[in-house]
């Protein structure tokens, strides 16, 4: 048990869309503002690759995921995303997976080379 | 008294437009907690959809003592996802009381191409935490208790099987963790001739050395009594894959798969165990201004090495296999959005084999038996052609073009076209 209380706090609803806005401009083609209500494929995230390079970004990218708020995922099975997913659903389940605390030892996918 | 009355008179109008929007499902609140920051509370909302600006009034009732908590001021979240409502610094939120958030007078942003949505009411529970617990901002209220597993990462997912409630819609076959297509004709006369086409995907991620890698078994099953079809095959595999470049302007990653596979005909008769390794470059999408129409790239290298291990002629009998393959899939996605039809896609794919050392297949002999047939190390290609029209997310129909063969038969698909009927699930569970 962490001795700072404000350790233990789930992820604030702005920095969740704060992390996914990144992710999903990073993985995806964005062409307009993005809104809760706007599902994956929206963006281009539909088919199982994309899918799986947004799950590697929110969990390891350390400039723009959820290692550069602070918090991890430990377990990215947690996240269930599909083309229908929403942005909003998107943030919901990153709030949902992450716990604060850095234990990544992840890169930032513009440091990371073959 | 006046403000029991106010209280209550909010409450009502808030149930009964909260009511009226989950049922013409508009937007909604999706969460609703309240998190001690900075010496005063805060109550974080989330919404399903994005607001244009902040609620003309927010309130939170105290609904165990009947009474409005002091609100200091209201804003959204720099995408409108989230409303955060800033409580007076004397306030002070109790796990053991009942808390209401109530929204009035709330423009939304478009659901598609449409116009702005103004919505009157929207309410919601708040979730406020004993002081010694974290508050619990989640998206789910009354969140279910996670069992406390011990599951390897890569079996993750077997688990998802034995829950219905899992179950999501696909994208395609590729996407899926089952998938099943299946087609069957009768002529007069004549016996039903059918196939199938059956995929089991189990692999589960794991986040090794700041990389997710996806690990698990999978099953390819193929076959039927159509002449004509695919011959039958059964692959057994598993799958490791993960990105070894991530992010430019052009490439979102290039993600490596080794797949090291039971590949056989489905009585087994012949058997190769192949490794196959892919280098799969994911392309950024394009995506139309309006989102409607998107496609996206997939080119592949790759090669697969191994030895037969069984042979139904003494030809094949442990031969080794190697094999140099190039490819590509390219899909074209046109999002029609109406309630009789999801979208159109269209997939091509094409792969080129270059065997390295001499294969031998063989047939079924009209007077019964096998005949070698010496492949040699001529290029196979293989491609193919899908459209796609999903109804709705699960279920859909398609039509597919083949030509050209695939081991470990490399029986030849002249022109073959498919007409089938698609179910697709993915695991989707909470």
């Given amino acids: 048990m962490a001795s700072d209380p404000s350790v233990l706090l789930p992820m604030p609803i702005s920095t969740a869309e704060k992390i996914c806005d990144a992710c999903v401009r990073a993985v995806g083609t964005v062409k307009d503002t993005i809104r809760a209500q706007d599902p994956l494929s929206k963006f281009g995230i539909e088919d199982k690759d994309a899918i799986e390079d947004l799950v590697n970004t929110i969990v390891n990218d350390e400039k723009i995921g959820v290692p550069s708020e602070g918090y991890n995922i430990s377990d990215p099975n947690k996240l269930h995303l599909k083309n229908s997913t929403t942005f909003a659903q998107l943030e919901d389940t990153v709030i949902a997976s992450s716990q604060a605390g850095k234990v990544s030892s992840g890169k930032s996918s513009a440091e990371k080379q073959p | ?430």
């Fill in chain 2, 1 to 430: 008294m006046i403000n029991r009355l106010r209280v209550t008179y909010l409450l009502t109008l808030a149930l009964l437009f909260s009511t009226h929007a989950f049922c013409a499902e508009g937007p909604s609140i999706r969460s609703a907690g309240a998190r001690f920051v900075s010496g005063h509370w805060q109550v974080e909302i989330g919404l399903t959809d994005s607001l244009t600006e902040a609620p003309a009034n927010c309130n939170l009732v105290d609904v165990t003592h009947s009474r409005f908590v002091a609100v200091v001021g209201c804003s959204i979240t720099s995408l409108g996802s989230g409303v955060l409502m800033r409580l007076n610094d004397k306030e002070d939120l109790n796990a053991d009381t009942a808390y209401i958030a109530v929204l009035q007078s709330m423009i939304f942003t478009p659901k598609d191409s449409g116009v702005v949505r103004p919505v009157k009411v929207l309410e919601k529970d708040v979730l406020v935490a004993q002081p010694s617990v974290p508050p619990a901002i989640g998206p789910s209220p009354t969140p279910a208790p996670t069992p406390v597993t011990h599951t390897p990462c890569f079996l993750g997912r077997f688990g998802d099987l034995f829950n219905v409630a899992s179950f999501g819609a696909a994208d395609g076959r590729d996407d899926a963790n089952l998938f099943f297509s299946g087609q069957v004709t009768h002529s007069r006369g004549k016996d039903f001739v059918g196939t199938y086409d059956t995929k089991l995907d189990f692999s589960g991620r794991c986040n090794l050395n700041g990389t997710v890698h996806l690990i698990g078994p999978m099953l390819d099953l193929k076959g039927g009594n159509d002449p004509n079809g695919s011959p039958d095959s059964l692959n057994f595999g598993f799958l490791w894959e993960f990105p070894i470049l991530r992010r430019n302007s052009l490439l979102s990653s290039i993600r490596l798969t080794q797949n090291p596979r039971l590949e056989s005909t489905q009585d087994f008769t012949q058997r190769n165990f192949i490794y196959g390794i892919d280098f799969r470059g994911v392309f950024k999408p394009w995506v139309s201004g309006n989102s409607m129409i998107r496609s996206h790239f997939r080119p592949v290298v790759g090669a697969e090495v191994g030895k037969n291990l069984h042979g139904i002629i003494p030809a094949v009998d442990s031969k080794n296999i190697a094999r140099v393959k190039i490819g590509t899939a390219f899909f074209l996605i046109f999002a029609v959005a109406i309630p009789a039809l999801q979208d159109i896609t269209f997939e091509t794919s094409y792969a080129r084999r270059w065997p390295l050392i001499d294969e031998v297949t063989f047939a079924k002999g009209k007077s019964g038996g096998f005949t070698p047939i010496f492949i040699g190390t001529t290029p196979r290609d293989y491609v193919k052609e899908t459209m796609a029209l999903n109804f709705t997310k699960v279920f859909g129909t398609s039509v597919a073009y083949e030509y050209g063969s695939v081991p470990p038969l490399y029986q030849f698909l002249d022109s073959k076209f498919t007409f089938g009927l698609n179910v697709k699930l993915k695991f989707d569970s909470k």
